[in-house]
Structure formats: C-alpha cells, structure tokens
C-alpha cells in the first residue's frame, strides 16, 4: 500500500521545525548496543533532529555526533542513585540497592531524564512494556496534574479532509485497558496536549462512542459523557466533545446532522476512544485496512517524556519515535 501523502508532509514539517530548534534536544537510548538503535540514533544526529544519547558501548558505525555514556563510569552515578533513593526510601530500600539499579540502563536513562540531563528517553527494543514503564514511572515520575499514565499513537492517514491534514493522535491503544470517567478525562487533557506538541495544532478532542449525543442509551455511553463534563470542568480552554460517533466527529456533513451546534464535530483531530479495546482495534484497523502509518505508543503523563519501543521495531521505528519524542519535549 502507497505511504500516505500525510505521512511525508508530516514527517518533513517536523523534522523541519526540530532542525530549526536552536537547542537540540538530548534523547536517550538505554539500548545503546543494538545496532537498529545505532542505526536510528546516527541518523537522528547526522540529520540534526536532536542529540542521542546511547548507554553502553556501541560497536560499528556510530556517528560521532553521538553520545555515548556508560552508567557504570559516570561521574553523576551516585548523584542519579540518590535521587532514587530519595524516591523510594518510603518501601524500604537501602542505598546499596538504588545504586544497583541505576546501573540497568534503562534505569539510567530515566535519571539523566529525571535530573534534567536528557530531556527524554525511548527504552523498549530489549524490554517489555512492563519494565519500560516500571523504570518510567520510578524514575521520570508521573505529572501532578495527571495522575492516569496512558499511551496514544500519531495516525497518519490517506483521508487528508480528515483531522490536521489526515493526521490525527488516538488515544489511547496501550496502557489503560478500561478507564474510569477520570481516568479517561486524564487521558483526553494529555492528548490534547500531544496533538499541541506532536503534531503542532491546537487539539480538538473528541470522545468516542457508539453514540452520538444520546442516540444511544446506555452505561458505557454515559461513562463518556461524564468524562466529558470533567475535561470541560478542569480545562475549560479545551475544544472537546463527546459522546460522538467516530463519523460524527471526523466528517464535517456527518459532524453537522449527527451534532449541530458542536464546535469539535467533524473537525476532530484527537481521538479518545473509550477502554483501550475498542482503541487498539481502531488502530491497527486504520493501519492495516487503511494503510496509515501509525508511530507510537508514546506514553503520556509522565513529567517528561519516556517512551516505549516494541521488541520486534525496526531502525525506522526507533528514528520515527526518536522524533515524536522529541517534539513532545517541546520547544
Ligand atoms: C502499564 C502496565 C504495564 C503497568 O503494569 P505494571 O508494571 O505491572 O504496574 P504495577 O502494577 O507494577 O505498577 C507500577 C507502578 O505504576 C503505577 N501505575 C500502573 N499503571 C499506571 C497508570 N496507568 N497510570 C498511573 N500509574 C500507574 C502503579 O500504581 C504502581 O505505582 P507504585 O509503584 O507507586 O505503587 C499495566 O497497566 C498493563 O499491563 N496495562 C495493559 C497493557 C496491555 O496489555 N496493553 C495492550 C496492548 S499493548
């Protein structure tokens, strides 16, 4: 299947925008011996999108733009157990053990990250979600402002009519497989900012459903509503609405029968979908049947952004999620 057009225009709007960024942002790379890392992080630099930063010792063609840290020879190494230590001595840990763990790269790179040493880091080619998000959250830790941690994937889809230019964020496919009404709002307000860093539009979020304002009775429409009601009681500067169907929300003639008056129907660039089911299924329907180029999940409510490779990601995935995490640290 064709790449979409979005696609490319995307990718060379941001990776131009993180050309022209004056600060370079420092990504690390807790895989820093594999060479699809390797791969993606040579480019990352040779391509002056942002400064990677791989753990370990890599061996071949490493750009010398590249840098390279080894935990166990780093001066901060005790600076970054410590702030660990501090995090976690309410369980009962001893400062032997924090020290241990900040040896695990992936442990590290959430340091460098939680110090302000690297301004994010993409773990995952040899970890599973699990343990990319165990070292996210006990090292990067979670907003104040947002308590639920979700993942969301950037769509770039052949219906350019459709979100920014047939881009669009997805919320959320990964982590929370069947969120509260708060829970879901969490994940709505962390989209939204997404849609503002990540894809460079203000966001107009949508809350998905079967039902499009109460055509439908039922618990799981309702669930909607009310995450509704508290993104607009908590962020009132937010263009949001729901419950909307999918098609009431994308398409401007659908949007304007199925939700007159609605500000967010059928101009939606932000889809929140309402368990991580029916947002998962969407995804790889969109993927597969569509032949849109989804990259993520990025996680998203974390203080600074941590972000999670599949094991089975190619040196394209990595350079793309390099990319997205760098625009999500912001300007
Ligand atoms: C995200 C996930 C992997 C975390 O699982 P886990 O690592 O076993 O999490 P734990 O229960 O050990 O929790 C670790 C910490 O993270 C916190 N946490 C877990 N999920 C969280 C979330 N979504 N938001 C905020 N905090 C969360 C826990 O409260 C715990 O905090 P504590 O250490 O302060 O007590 C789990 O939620 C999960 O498996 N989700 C579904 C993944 C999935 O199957 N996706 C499908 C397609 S990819």
């Known amino acids: 299947m064709q790449v979409p057009e979005s696609a490319r225009a995307y990718f060379d709007k941001q990776t131009a925008r993180l050309q022209r960024q004056m600060k370079k942002k420092r990504i690390a790379f807790p895989e820093g011996e594999d060479p699809r890392v390797i791969a993606a992080a040579s480019r990352l630099c040779t391509e002056e999108l942002a400064i990677p930063i791989l753990m370990g010792r890599p061996q071949g063609q490493v750009a010398s733009c590249v840098v390279v840290e080894q935990p166990e020879n780093n001066p901060k190494l005790n600076d970054y157990a410590r702030i660990l230590f501090d995090r976690r001595r309410s369980r009962g840990i001893t400062e032997m053990e924090t020290r241990k763990m900040a040896l695990n790269p992936l442990v590290f790179a959430g340091l460098m990250v939680a110090s302000g040493e690297a301004d994010g880091f993409v773990g995952g080619a040899a970890t599973t979600t699990a343990e990319t998000f165990r070292a996210a959250h006990m090292t990067v830790g979670m907003r104040t402002d947002i308590k639920t941690a979700s993942g969301v994937m950037i769509i770039c889809t052949h219906a350019l009519e459709c979100g920014a230019g047939g881009v669009l964020a997805m919320a ?47 618990p799981l429409a309702n669930k909607v509503i009310e995450a509704r009601r508290i993104v607009e009681a908590r962020r009132p500067d937010l263009h949001v609405d729901g419950e909307l169907q999918a098609d009431a929300a994308l398409v401007e003639a659908v949007g304007r029968s199925k939700a007159p008056g609605s500000t967010v129907a059928g101009r939606a660039n932000t889809l929140i979908f309402p368990d991580a089911g029916s947002a998962n299924i969407g995804v790889k329907l969109v993927e597969r049947l569509g032949g849109a180029v989804c990259t993520g999940p990025l996680f998203q409510g974390f203080n600074k952004p941590a972000n999670d490779l599949s094991r089975g990601c190619t040196a394209e995935d990595i350079y793309r999620l390099g990319i997205l995490t760098a625009l999500q640290a912001g300007e």
């Open 172 to 218: 959320d496919p990964a982590l929370m497989i069947d969120p509260t009404p708060a829970q879901l709002a969490d994940i709505a307000i962390a989209t939204a900012e997404t849609t503002r860093n990540v894809i460079g539009v203000e966001p107009v979020v949508a809350l998905l459903s079967f039902s499009t304002k109460g055509s439908a009775k039922h």
